[in-house]
Structure formats: C-alpha cells, structure tokens
C-alpha cells in the first residue's frame, strides 16, 4: 500500500504518486492528521475549493487481522470547523489492499459540482460524468453502480444530502455481498465529497495483487493468535450474537440512554428497542433477517444484523445501538419497526443517524412535531431528502437545527451531535466529547466499558480515562481495526506491534504503537488549534451542567480546568 | 452617570450599584469591553444564562456635544461569537443621561422566555409581565409603550425576531419625536435581549437631573467650538441634505456597490437607489416625507429623513445607505420605493436591514427567488415574523443561510454579513472585516473616506489605515458621539479631551484618549482569544481572493501575515 491517487476536482487532473518514506508509517486517521496538518490551509472553508477529502487504508489494511480493512475518511469538518476522521468497515478496504492504495485524496473543488463517479482501477483512473445519478439515494445508487461496473468493486456513495452539501451528510458503503450499508457518518464528510462533484467512488481491484507482506509466516502467526485469543473472549459471542445494540439495556439501566431530546437517561420502551428483542424478533421473523454477519469479509466476530419488518423483508442492515439511541429513545419512539425504518431512511437521504436523530430531537422539542411521532420524523427526513427548507435545516445537522429553530438545549460539543450516551451520567465520554479533537464523537474515546469498574457518576479519574481512551482509539483508527478486537490488545498489548512489524519489517514495540497514536492526537490538536477550533466550544453544553439528569439527577460537573490538562496527565502504560 | 442597573432575568432580582471609580473612566463601547473581560465567561453561549446584554452610554452622553447622546449595546454575539457593540441614536442616550446611569446590565435568562417590559426611572426600576406585547412587531410594540408610559420615555424593543432568538435580531428604538425608528442591528444582540424575555426596556427620565459637570463653562464652551468647526466644514451640509445615501453613487462609481450577492461592484439601476433621487424624491411627493432631521435631538448635522411613498405616506424612517446596498443593489433590486418598504419590513420583523439583505441575496443565488423579484423578498421578511422554516433560516443571518441552501458565495466575515462595501475594491475596509474585533462592521473603520487620497484598489498601506480608522471608531463609539462629527476632531484633536476633561475633571491630552481607544480594541481582542474567535474565521470569504469583482476585476490580495501585524504596526499620532 504504497500508492495514493491525488485528484483535482476542478480541473479534472488525476496524479498518481509513492508515498514517501514518512507518509509508508502513516495509516487511516494518522495518515489524515498528518497530511492535514503538513499540506491543508486550516482556515479553509470546509465546503470551499482548499478542504480535501481523504479515504485512507490502515496500516494493517492489506493483512489477514480479523477486521482489518476498516477505512477512514477524513477532511476539515463543515460540523466541528476543525479535522475529522470517520470510519467504517464495508468492501472498499479490501479493495484498496490490493490496489495497493494507500489513500485517494480529492482536492480543489469545481465551481458548479454536478455529480461524478471516480472510477479508481487497477494502474488506471478516471473521473465520469453521471448526471443520470444526481439526487439519486443510496441504495440506488449502488445498486446502478454494481450494475454497471460489477458486484466484486467496492462503492463510496453520497446521498442527495451529501450534493446538497448539507451538514449531517454522510458517505456510504456496503459490505461484500452488498447487503448490508454502512456509513462513514460524523463531522459532514459527505457534505465535503458532494461539493467536489463526486458522487461515487469505484475500487475496481481486478487484476490486481496486494504487495507482499516483510515476513508471511510471522503475519499468518500473529494473525492466528488474534483470532484465538478473541475467540476465546466472551464478549466476542455476545457481539455476533447481539451485535451493538447489545448495549442498549445497559445503558437504559446506567442512566445514560438519551431520551426525548436528552432530558432523560432512560426510556420506559427501552425494552422495545434492546438488542434482546431486536435479536428475538430477528429470529422469530426469519425472512431476508439475519444475524451474525461480518461487515468486513473475514471477521470472525460478525456483528452484524438484518433486520426485516414482520413480513421478513429487509428494512435496514446493519440496525445498530446509535441509531437506535438517536433515533429512537430520543426521539422518545419506541416502535422498533419505526425507527429501523428511520434509520433507513436517514441511509438512503445520506444524512449521519446521531447527527440527524440529534437534530430531529431538537425538532420535537421546538414543537415542530411531537416526541415520538415516527410518521412525523419519516416526514422530516423524506424532508431532507427533497431539500426543503425545513428538510434542509435538519439535514444541516443538531447546531443548525437548534440555531433556526430556537432551541437551546442542544446535545452538542464543537458543533457534532453526541452520541447516544448522555455525559451527565458516564462522565469519561463527556471528557472525550469535550477534549477530542473529533468533538462529541463516541468512537474517540468510549467510557461506558469503563462504567463497571470505574464509578460513572464520579468526577474522578475522568480525565485520565478519556485520555487513554483517545489514544487507543487513534491507534486502532490509524491499524484500521475494529475496537471491537481490543480483547486481544488487553491480553497482549505488543500483538499490535507484531502485525505490524511482520506486515512491514519495522522493529517496533508496544511503546512505539502508543506514540504514534498520541502523535496522531497532537497532529489533530495542532490543526485544530491552528484552525481556530481547540480553545473554543470544548466544553458540554451549558445545560449539562445545570439540568440534572434522571434518573441518576446528575450534572457533568468535571471543572473545565481540569479537562483542559488532559494532554498533560501521565501517559498510561497500556491503553488497551 | 454613575450608576449601574443590574437586571437578573431569572430571578428578576433588580439591584443598583455605584460604579467603581475604574468604571466611571468607561463608557459606551469601552465599558462594554471592559465589563465583559472581567465578568463574562467567554466561552458562554451567546444564547444562553450567562451572556448578558448591555445598554451603556457614552462618556459624553450627558454633556450638550452635538450628536452624543447615541447609546452602545453589547453582548457576546451569536453570529460570530466573540463580543459585540453596536450603538444607535435616539431619545434613550438623552434619557439614561438624566438617570445618570451609565449602564443597564441584562444577566441569566429565564427558562422559558415571556415578554417582560423593563421600566426605568428615576430611583425605580421594574420588570412588567406583558404577554400582549409577544410576537408584535416594533412599531406597534412602540406606540403601546408610549401610550402607557407617555411619549417623553425613551424606548429599545425587540420584534418578533429577537423573540424567537434569531441571529439577525436587531434592537428598534424611536427619536424623540417618534417620528423615526432607528436600529441598534449588528451581531444579532436582539436575539440576546430575546431569550432574556426582555421584550422592551422603558427610560422613564421624569424627575431626574443629570449630575452637573465639573466646569460647566468649559464645556459649554468646547461644545460650542465643536458645533462651530462643524457648521464651517462643507461635508456638514451634504450630510443635512443627502444622508447616508449620498455615498451611494460614490461607491457606485468606486465599483463597490454590493450588487447580486456581491458578483458586482456596480449597479446598473444606481441612480434610481441614489441619494439624490432620494432627495428629489421627498422634495417633490411632500406629505410626511422630509430631511435634514436629527436622531439625536440636538444634533446639527440632522442627517436622517422620512422617506414617503408617491401619495405622501411614510414608508420608512430613515432610510439609509446600507439599506439601499443590502436590501436593494445587492438583491437587484432598482425600485426605491420597493427598497423602502423591505428596510420598513425589516424594521418591524426586527432583524438587521444588513444580515438580511445580504441572507436575501444568497437565497436569490440558491434560487430560493429571483434576483430583483421584490415581491418574493418581501414575502421572505413576513415568513421571518412568521417564523415558518424558510423564514427563521433567513432570519439566522447570512452564514446559516448560506449553509443551509448551500451556497458557497457567503459575503461575511466572523460569521456576520459583509455591508454595502465590497472589500476587493476598497481594501482597506476588508483589513477592518477580517481584523476587527466586531467582524464584517464598516462603522468599525470605514475606509470610504480614504479612497480619494489612497488607492482603493492598492494592497500598500491598508493595513495601517484600517487600525488607525479602528482605534478612532472605539474612541467615537466609546464617547457615545457620531462618527459625523470627525471633521471637528480631525481638526482639533485635543478638542476629545476637553470635553472630557470639562465634563470630568480629568487631565487628559489627546494621546490619552487615543490610548482609550487602543486599549478598548485589545480587551476585545482579549474576550475574544478566550472566546476562541480570534485566530479562526478572520479573513476575507475564499471567493473574494478569488473571484474577480467587476468592474476593477480586483480580488482581495492583502496577505493574511500581513492582515495579522496589525495590532503591532506604528501607532498613528492621529487616528481622526
């Protein structure tokens, strides 16, 4: 993976380049800090001609690892106004190890983006005209992609909210049989890709073989030792079999399920939307419903679903524990059915489930429609998709919405809805909303599986948590790895540098992987900072601080002070 | 002046204070900035408990100098998030002079905002239930005031804009005669008075006496030279005749007349908008129309006017050039009397004549409505007070609506619309937009006046004319005086201190007040680094560095370094 394809949106140039010697040790979120800070204008507009649009491979992207092949994306967020990575699993990390790409990076952006795809082979690239794709959704549209350039290529496609340039626009995939869709889906990435007139991107990897690992034996070997360790994991059967909705009941029970627009912590359907029940009904309605699928091809945990309407049709894959959360508790909808179909239908507009269930929250709470009126929030985003102004408000994402509409209470840290955990009551991910240079971004630092050891209530020892945290999380971003193989990082921290030395010949420790994720912060510190993001809004909303959360009645009380020394606390031996 | 009005808006705690003798040195903008960096959070919500809105006048506001009298207010601005001061004319300044106070503090917010009156007067303060007045515009707000409370009270209201919380909320008041509804715009402060359910501020002066000077000879006398210098300089009696307007044509012919959201610099239908069609105009319809009227009562220069339709009927009062940029050249709009009537639209909804013209504009470049369609404009201003979708997104000020409908040409600098001065032809004005503490706010430093003596169009020296012209509003905007009376203050600078010096006892030289000047830019700029806006957002839009403005097809190519140095160039021994 030593090939990136630069391409001029405006003038239509495509450049292949070998990635020098520093960008070979620079994978997924690292190789976009980097690159950000080294080569993007801080101060660009993030929907002007000076942002980029990054899709990154993994350092581990090429690998046999169990779900290695996850991608980032990244740019300057139109949401946070400072850098953001977002990943996801799907085909095209498979695709771009054996194009032995490393990353695509789209710059410049032309005066009047009509919709292209950017069709990337084998030694070949091209950008294509597609007007016949404009405001088309998402599943159309790869479905018309597959048709024409075949099912084994791998897709990136954005939604009409992404060539609307609109907020929450997200940028979506599918996995390699093409059922499932998954979403890049924080910070307006696909708002950053529609304004640059791509609609699409084709991984085509015919013809194509990966490059050759330093030491095969030594990959295979650390390879086999991971999938061991994590089968041996119990956790690892409660995820293929429950997937992340498994979480749900949990933190209905902690107190940390946003509910109705985040004035609660629990919700009385919780029940209705747990991941028992969605793992019951799937069972129980058979159909196209499934569980246990891989999103990228080779996992072994498998965490995916199918989730189909009584009838057994598909209504949405993969039904995950955010877009229930977002869009269900805190919408206060409890009809599974509805919000899978919700979730859906945000998939197909191309808008972020939190950003936009954020949004749609705040909408009730403005009284646009009421708490848990799913045919009004099928309306809002049917809405979006038609861009409307009132559609086009929500899909410009929680800040906007909350802006226009006059509300005050908005869930949101640098501009980015948060996640489906509520920082009043698991004080570690309000630390990471607040410090990260994602903004509220669960996947930067997640607390909750800290909540059973660690008083969730407590001020204490928050800080320290995040910061470890983050810095795992720039790590397994940067490998290109699921968190979810973090049972094996516990049980042996230096597997990470094993892979990656017998991927790449390094001599590397531990240690040594631990740097570059606390590098790959700094970078992302360093450019927000200069951006004119770090010192600003990095803190929960105001009302966090004063409305006590039921049914725990607790506000995020962390001072801000003492956040502010996050990257100064001591480094942590091992983050895993 | 030496007294404080607290006003906690939640509680409804009323209290009086003394000012400190640090304090009694401040007035109208310099107050506002000095109070904020010492008491204000600056990462607070603009929107939110602890924001707080300021009514401060002038030091000069109970001495008879022509034009003092105009009052400052400011907030932490929710359009660009670092703090904000815009001040108007008016009967208020005349009236806090005679309750000798210095300044009304508006602190908290309730939780769910009612309309409240706040009434003033000599030893009392109150605040009013008033649930009739929610929702009505500013005229009718204004004329149900002065019927209760007499019509010698001075009075600042919000419309229904500030009530919903709109970023381009503006604050209305009248002259002393009521004649004239003049506006406090910038920075959406009428949206902070708004959410402090603070409907409208009633300056009830019966019985008061404003303290005596301490030598009352030498003030008169000072005054008196001032009017004299005035009354002898030749600009005096084009402002009594033409207003505001009469620059119209100049910046026509300078090419830097906003035109179609900022793609022109010229407007083919200029002379139909001009200050001299105004003029003739009102001379010929008669009826209520009329010049030469003062916004402050005994101003000299009366540079106001009521602009009458053709059968003789006020339209609006007073009609000034912004309006004509915003509201009319840069929405392509030629027909004065249409112009007009959306400045009165604007007027009663409660929003800036500039944010809106120019949101206007860049919902004519959506497509939302044609360029010139005065209809559709006005029909855009009734949807604000309605406050549907299309409305609040217009009401939001120009960034959100630019967002939201996805156009890139957003002219606004700080996340506040641009005025009737575009910068790639007179660039001067474009250092003040990108450095100013206030963001895009020509009566920070307007360059105007220099561009018959310095090129306009040349990149040299614009850095050291934009901080002399800043240093010089903070002075004017800290007297509470209008910048109308420079010509007195370019020709006898020391004529700054002796009015201080008479009105105050102090001993002061000019340089002195220079330093005033100086010293109120940097503890904005300070609030401001803390606030996170000081280093992010503070250029030009990317299209005016790249889009060439006809007809000098110039771009705006003064460096960002050298915008930077500003703060750190030589000090110009007079700034008038």
Redo the contacts between chains.
Sequence with gaps: MNRILRVNTRSGELKWHSCSREEQRWGGRSFIAHHFLNEVDP???P????NRLIVASGLLGDTPATTAGRISLGGKS?LT?GIKECNVGGAVGKRMARLALKAVVLEEAPQDPKPRILLIGKERAELIDAPQLGRRESSDTLETLRRRFGDRCGFLVVGPAGE????GACVATTDHTGVQLRVAGRGGLGAVMG?KGVKAIVFDAEGAEPAPPADRSALAAASRELNRILRDDPKTENRHNFGTPAVLSLCNALGILPTRNFSSGQFEQAEAISGEMIAELIDKRGGEGGKGLPCVQGCIIACSNVFADPSGKTTVASLQYENLGLLGSNCGIGDVDAVAELNHLCNQVGVDTIETGAAIGVAMEAGIIDFGDAEGARDLLRQVGEG???G??IG?GVV?TG????V?RVPAVKGQAMPAYDPRALKGIGVTYSMSPMGADHTAGNALETARSHDPLSREGQVEISFRLQIRAAILDSLGVCLFIRPAFVKDPSLTARLLNARYGWKWAYRDVRNMGLDCLHAENEFN???????????V??FMR?EPLPPNDSVFDIP?EDMDKIWTVQLPEDVF
């Design positions: 101060l660009c507009d929907l002007g001609r000076s139109p106004g609307m340039g609109l907020g304004v409307t102004p009132l086009r408000i410009s906007t802006r226009v509409l006059g005050r900072r200069l951006a004119g993001v770090s010192e600003t809004r990095c803190d909303p105001e004063t801000k």
